[in-house]
């Protein structure tokens, strides 16, 4: 257990503002508040009702600033312990004098993430949504942010419960076979209790793998714009970003470097990588241009495969289309304004499998249309975000991700959860192993219990400081 000392650090970013908090907690919270705040009209502090007044300096007297103060008594504050906040005005200097009296009044600065580590340790919340408290700071798009409010909420603790809930009911079964094996009642047979285990093998596993999809939410989706010299992309970058980001010119092989920027689209962010076209090169520096293009295209979640519709197909756009293959991606046909040389059919014919756009990245009007395309290949990649994943269900955009029911859609994001679960299955694997060669219950138990702990270990259940401390070093000071 922690010493419930006090601890006071600024709860908001370094630097200028129109307001700071610095916030206190600990049992001696108001105490210090008392020392060094003293409010206009000096009545008493009602919890939870903000009050104007002074900073003072105890020592001499005098005014650091005017501001604002709240004081939120245990158990029902965000650390489960007095928690005071003084909401002064938004500058670095004051911030640190406040501080500062604070300390000199008893209080310690706090480690990064203590206030949540606290929240955690008193019960406020459990380990997985003080993670999510985490990847809501961090968060960079609304996916992001969806997927780490419904962890705060408690969805993913809450699934982990119930899975962990079956788990320990297979224990009661296998307790009920170690107790009474000698006497005549009905035990659940091995081929019931391997069942069993084979259901939460796939349940846990649902869970496990959701973790390709969390990230995608959490870190954004990478794609890679690719094709061969002069087909757009480039002039697609650009209108995606509403940027002159990259150099458009009519010389093909102008693009030599990888460019990246990154898009907010619709709940998603897309980071774009504009890369140098795809072809037989003599020269040394495109040569090298074109092997960051395929290293980019081959760490890609999404590829944007572009085509240049005005003129035949070469040997280039085969390769880009090979490169596709089996991969999630949107085909963009540019160039329709020009007389057509090709059509989606011979694309088809080529073999590319991935859904067709026929498009225009001089047009404007266009954007919308393109965007609209990419939301529906994400919804796609973030239903099924698996390498391999069938292409007429990509053809049929979000449709994929609205028949998915609750349970899936909660998605793991962190690496700990999913190590976890890792661990969870192969204890319930050994587990399942262990009934069907008719082990001793006692020898099953083993493993169920395993699975158990392993589940448990995502909420909380974990045994060392050392486990709290790699958690909460993540967090910013303040959190
Ligand atoms: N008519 C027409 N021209 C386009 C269209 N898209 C791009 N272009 C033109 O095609 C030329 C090449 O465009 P870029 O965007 O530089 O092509 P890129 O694929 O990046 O080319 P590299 O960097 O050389 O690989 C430029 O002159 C663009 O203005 C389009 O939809 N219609
Ligand atoms: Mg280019």
């Known amino acids: 257990m922690y010493l419930p000392d006090t601890i006071v650090a600024p709860a908001t970013a370094p630097g200028l503002g129109a307001v700071a908090i610095v916030r206190l907690s600990g049992p001696r919270a108001f105490e210090i508040l008392d020392a060094i705040f003293r409010p206009m009209h000096s009545a008493e502090f009602t919890p939870r009702m903000m009050r104007l007044g ?11 600033d005017r501001a604002l103060a709240v004081v939120m008594p245990h158990p029902a504050s965000l650390t489960g312990e007095d928690v005071a906040e003084i909401q002064c005005h938004g500058g670095p200097y004051v911030v640190r004098r406040i501080i500062a009296l604070a300390l000199d009044a008893g209080a310690r600065v706090a480690e990064p993430g203590e206030f949540t580590r606290r929240a955690f340790l008193n019960g406020r919340m459990d380990l997985a949504e003080a993670e999510a408290v985490a990847d809501i700071v961090a968060a960079r798009s609304d996916s992001a942010l969806a997927n780490a409010l419904s962890q705060l909420s408690g969805a993913l603790s809450q699934r982990v419960d119930e899975l962990r809930a079956q788990v320990i009911a297979i224990r009661a079964h296998l307790e009920v076979e170690i107790d009474f094996s000698d006497e005549d009642i009905r035990l659940p047979s091995r081929r019931e209790v391997a069942a069993e285990i084979e259901r939460l093998i796939a349940d846990v596993t ?32 650009n209108l995606l970003l509403g940027a002159d980001r990259a150099i458009v010119t009519a010389i093909a092989g102008t ?27 003599t020269d040394d520096v495109e040569r090298i241009g074109i092997e960051r293009t ?16 005005s003129r035949p197909l070469e040997p280039s756009d085969l390769d880009v289309i090979r490169i596709t293959n089996d991969r999630p991606g949107l085909a963009i046909l540019n160039k329709r304004d020009l007389p057509a040389a090709i059509a989606s059919a011979d694309l088809r014919d080529q073999g590319l499998r991935i859904p067709i756009l026929p498009f225009s990245a001089i047009n404007l009007d266009e954007a919308a249309t393109l965007r609209a395309e990419l939301i529906k290949a994400i919804d796609a990649l973030i239903a099924d975000p698996s390498p391999v994943i069938s292409r007429e269900r990509l053809g049929e955009g979000s449709a994929a991700a609205a028949t998915i029911p609750t349970n899936d859609q909660i998605a793991i994001s962190r690496e700990r959860h999913r190590d976890a679960l890792a661990m969870a299955l192969e204890a319930l694997k050994n587990a399942r192993n262990a009934v069907l060669s008719l082990m001793p219950p006692e020898i099953v138990a083993v493993d169920i219990m395993a699975a158990a702990s392993a589940l448990g270990s995502i909420t909380g259940e974990v045994s060392g400081e050392d486990v709290l401390d790699a958690i909460f070093r993540d967090f910013c000071i303040g959190k």
């Open 54 to 64: 002074d900073v003072v300096d105890p020592a001499t007297g005098a005014r650091i």
């Open 206 to 237: 649902v869970l496990h793998d959701s973790f390709a999809r969390g990230l995608l939410m959490r870190d954004g989706v990478r794609a890679t714009i690719l094709g061969k010299p002069n087909a757009g992309k480039s002039s697609l970058l």
């Open 255 to 281: 693009t030599r470097d990888v460019i990246e920027d990154s898009v907010q689209l619709g709940p998603y962010a897309l980071v774009l990588n504009d890369t140098a076209g795809v072809r037989e090169s």
């Open 294 to 309: 395929l290293r980019s295209a081959r760490d890609a979640d999404l590829l944007i495969a572009m085509f240049d519709s």
